[in-house]
């Protein structure tokens, strides 16, 4: 599955972006959506998560309440939709698909997910 993010850019704080994560070669109702973002010299970090076994969703503590996680199955895309950002959201923004089932306490492990898109920088600020 290929794997194309959308939808960053520059926005102030308290306002929201949505990114999209289209993909193709495969249906993404076969597969779990994970949402990680990196800032330079961090880890790639967990943020939100679509399992597709039960359709359950996961948030970092970081983004719950904010961020929210949907999938539209006829347009084969995940979106990620922001609210209230903040300026330590800044960063670039990914989406990985992985077929196994992923168990609660691992859905933010980047190393189980198998396929990436390329990333989209969010920047927040004034």
């Known amino acids: 599955v290929q794997l194309q993010a959308s939808g960053g850019g520059l926005v102030q704080p308290g306002g929201s972006l949505r990114l999209s994560c289209a993909a193709s070669g495969s249906s993404l109702n076969y597969n779990t959506i994970g949402w990680f973002r990196q800032t330079p010299g961090k880890e790639r970090d967990g943020i939100s998560c679509?399992?597709?076994?039960?359709?359950?969703?996961f948030y970092d503590d970081s983004v719950k309440g904010r961020f929210t996680v949907n999938k539209d199955n006829a347009k084969n895309t995940v979106y990620l939709q922001m609210n209230n950002l903040i300026p330590e959201d800044t960063a670039v923004y990914y989406c990985a698909t992985e077929a196994r089932h992923i168990i609660n306490s691992q859905w933010g492990n980047p190393s189980l997910y198998t396929n990436w898109g390329q990333g989209t920088l969010v920047t927040v600020s004034s």
């Open positions: 679509i399992r597709a076994s039960d359709g359950r969703t």
